[in-house]
């Protein structure tokens, strides 16, 4: 894994974010970030691979992978043959990424619209807060709207 310095790095920062932002504990997150940098789209690890890559206990990555699988971030599938189980990124992970900050951005203009109609009605507020808060509204609309257009386009490639 660390034969490829530039793509190392990338791939502890990729996991930082991950854990970060999907709430994810370290170990789940770098199963993530590790897929998303060292496997190809269709390509998978097996459970001992992980084991091996990851250096880690049967239990650690077991938990971790059920985790994962719960939340759909992973998928598994059979080779032909074979009873060993093969782990990758679920086909739609990107959509659900960009689906939950889009669940995020839309609770946050909710929560903005009210607060600038609440505040509107408050003299006191109207030449300070107020301007800031339509500037920021109107941002959160814009970006609501090439959220959804993106999301559209990511489900026409699955």
Do not use: W
């Amino acid at each position: 894994m660390k034969d490829n310095p530039k793509q190392y790095k990338l791939f502890l920062e990729l996991a930082q974010h991950i854990e970060i932002f999907q709430s994810l504990p370290p170990l789940a997150a770098r199963i993530v970030a590790y897929m998303l940098v060292y496997c190809k789209t269709k390509e998978g690890r097996s459970f001992e691979e992980l084991i091996e890559i990851f250096d880690c206990s049967k239990s650690s990555i077991s938990c971790n992978l059920s985790m994962l699988l719960e939340r759909k971030n992973m998928e598994y599938y059979y080779l032909e043959d074979t009873r060993k189980r093969y782990f990758r990124l679920n086909s739609k992970f990107m959509l659900m990424r960009l689906s939950s900050v889009f669940d995020m951005l839309n609770k946050e203009y909710e929560l903005n619209t009210a607060l600038l109609e609440v505040q509107s009605e408050d003299p006191d507020l109207l030449e300070s807060r107020v301007p800031t808060l339509k500037i920021y509204t109107e941002h959160l609309t814009e970006i609501r709207k090439i959220f959804s257009n993106t999301i559209e386009k990511l489900k026409t490639t699955l």
